[in-house]
Each structure stands twice: as C-alpha cells, then as structure tokens.
C-alpha cells in the first residue's frame, strides 16, 4: 500500500485514541457511567490497547500485514477493520464465510434507502422531531419491522460534529435497514452493529443507540440500551400521574468504546396511556452555550406534570418549554426526541 494510505490510516486512529481519552478524563463520573453500561473502564483502556497498536502498525507501514504471506490486505476490508492480518485467501472455511456475509452486508447497506416513515399502529400514538445543530446531524431515529413482525424503535447519536458523524450516522442506518428484517432481538442488532463499526477507519469517538422491538398487540416492549440517555417510561392512572418517570438504564456500552461488548435484553409492558420518551443530548444539554442547561431533572418534572397528554401534545409542549427555556440560544448538540404511547390494548 502507499504511505498516503498509511498516512490517513494513522491520523484518523490517532483521532480516534485521543478523542476517547479527552473523554475518559473529561468526562463526569455520571456520564461514564450511562456510557459504558455495566461495564468498566477498564474495558475502555483495553480497547485503547488494540487502537495504540493499530497506531503503531500504521506509522511503521506494518498495519494490514497478512500474518501468513506477509502481503497487505485489501484497503477496504483494512477500512472496515483496522484489526484485519489475514488475505482472504487464507482464510478458513468458516472465516471465509463470515467475511463473505459480511462483505454482502455492505454491498447491501450501500443500496439501503435512508428516508424513514412514521408507523402507523392500531391503539398506539407516535410523534417524533429531530434537529441538527449544524446543516448537518449525527442524531438518527427510526422504526422498522423485525423478522417476528414486533416493531422496531431506533435512537442514536454519534458522538461528534458535522460531516463526519453526519455520514456515519448514514451507513448505521442503512446497516440497520438490513440487519433488523434479518433478526428477532434487539441484542442481535446490536452485536450485528458492534461488529460493523467497532473497528470501522471513519469511527471517530463512539455510538450510542437503543433498540427496541415492541409488540403491539400484548404491549410488550424488549429492549437494548448501548450507553445511550434512558428513554423516560410514564405509567398511566391515578397512583401514577405524579410519580416520577422510570428510566431504561444502559445495558451495554456505547458502540466504539469496547473491544468486545455484551448487550442485555430487558423487558417492560406499556399498558393503557402508558408513555415511553426516547431523546438525545440536545434535549437536555439545550441552553448549556449560555451558561446553564435544560438537563435531566428539568425533563423528568414536565414530562411528570404532564403524564397522560397524547403523544404529539406532550411533544409540542416539550418543545415550547425547551424553546421558553432556551429562548434564542444557538443548540448545543442535535434534538431527538420520539414519543411512543399506548392509546388502548387490542382488546379495548
């Protein structure tokens, strides 16, 4: 390979081993925490490990060194997998396959559509926003069908700015146009994910993401939470109308932060005028350019006070209460907010 390859190779693993440890060090003990689920630090430090050696191999022209003939892998699958040290020639009959499939994969995320609809469930309510900072987002919500026929709510959020989380936050959502028909549980999607971007060259800090599949009919929601902010469950009814709202904690790390990940699967019902709130740092980092934010505590007394409205008004007030808090700051980060309630169960 040429050494501009090594050259842009190295910069970008550099961009990316620097911008996890200015977060480690800078990041609050809460943060850290939401991020890397139940996981440790420790993981974190290990993952550095491998982008350190990367770095290493890159500046010394060895990265993508086939360990058996000691030839160079192709520039593609080195760009999907920095880790890559073997030819495809090589390769067993199993790992054949495995690269194979995923090479397909790709082939397939490139001709995914990216646009996105709203579904339409019987005795459900869905209202969704998104907003970039800048012309361009690294938030991403949508929605799609499992191989179970269970419906499937994404949110994510690519930590980082402008284009280049723009167009990361593009193939994750063409790569999950493909995985989520071809699976039947959110810890699929994710591993299937993980596995995609953990070494991905255009990877530059971390991915958080919750995937969700609900099932209509019973209201049974299984999700998984990658180190993303805790979507806010509202129980409906009398005993509940004030009580304070119940968080989906992370489950597993932030895509990009570990070598290796494990993802659970937890399990809630959403019954009658039950409310589930799905949101980005924007939301709660809103107002933060000017000294203070909208922040957590903020979010979770409206929502509170405002239990049982329909989705689209508890969303539109959202937004004017964000909007009188902020007034005509400038947005510190890209706005999602997706608002997901059971209107009546299939048999009301």
């Not at 019954?271 to 589930?276: F, I, K, V, W």
């Not at 409206?302 to 969303?315: E, S």
Request: glycine share 8%.
């Amino acid at each position: 390979m040429e050494p501009r390859i090594f050259a842009r190779f190295a910069e970008s693993l550099r961009g990316q081993r620097d911008a996890l440890v200015s977060w480690l060090g800078t990041a609050s003990d809460a943060e850290k925490e939401t991020r890397l689920g139940p996981t440790t630090q420790t993981a974190v430090r290990e993952h550095l490990d491998v982008l350190e050696n990367a770095i290493g191999k890159a500046e010394t022209s060895e990265l993508g060194r086939c360990k058996v003939c000691h030839d160079y892998v192709e520039e593609h699958w080195l760009e999907t997998d920095y880790t890559s040290c073997v030819c495809i020639d090589h390769l067993t009959g199993p790992e054949r396959s495995r690269l194979e499939a995923e090479l397909e994969l790709s082939q397939k995320v490139q001709k995914a559509l990216l646009p996105h609809t709203v579904p339409d469930l019987s005795g459900w309510e869905i209202a969704a926003f998104s907003r970039p900072a800048s012309i361009v987002g690294g938030d991403y919500f949508d929605f799609g069908t499992f191989a179970n026929g269970h419906q499937a709510l994404v949110i994510a959020d690519v930590m980082g700015k402008g284009m280049p989380a723009s167009m990361l936050m593009a193939s994750l959502q063409a790569s999950l146009r493909i995985i989520i028909p071809e699976s039947t549980s959110p810890q699929t999607v994710l591993d299937r994910v993980n596995q995609v971007f953990r070494h991905n060259i255009n990877l530059t800090k971390f991915v958080t993401i919750v995937v969700a599949a609900l099932d209509p009919r019973t209201g049974i929601l299984r999700y998984a939470n990658a180190g993303h902010n805790p979507p806010l469950l509202l129980r409906h009814g009398t005993q509940h109308r004030t009580a304070i709202p119940e968080l989906l904690m992370p489950t597993g790390a932030a895509i990009g932060l570990l070598e290796n990940s494990l993802f659970e699967v937890k399990e809630i019902c959403l019954g009658e005028g039950d409310t589930l709130v799905f949101y980005t740092d924007g939301l709660i980092d809103a107002g933060i350019l000017t000294g203070e934010s909208f922040g957590d505590e903020r979010l979770r007394d409206f929502l509170r006070k405002n239990n049982g409205l329909p989705a689209n008004t508890l969303m539109r007030g959202l937004l004017q209460e964000l909007q009188g808090f902020a007034g005509n700051a400038a947005p510190a980060d890209d706005t999602t907010i997706v608002v997901v309630r059971r209107v009546h169960s299939s048999h009301g």
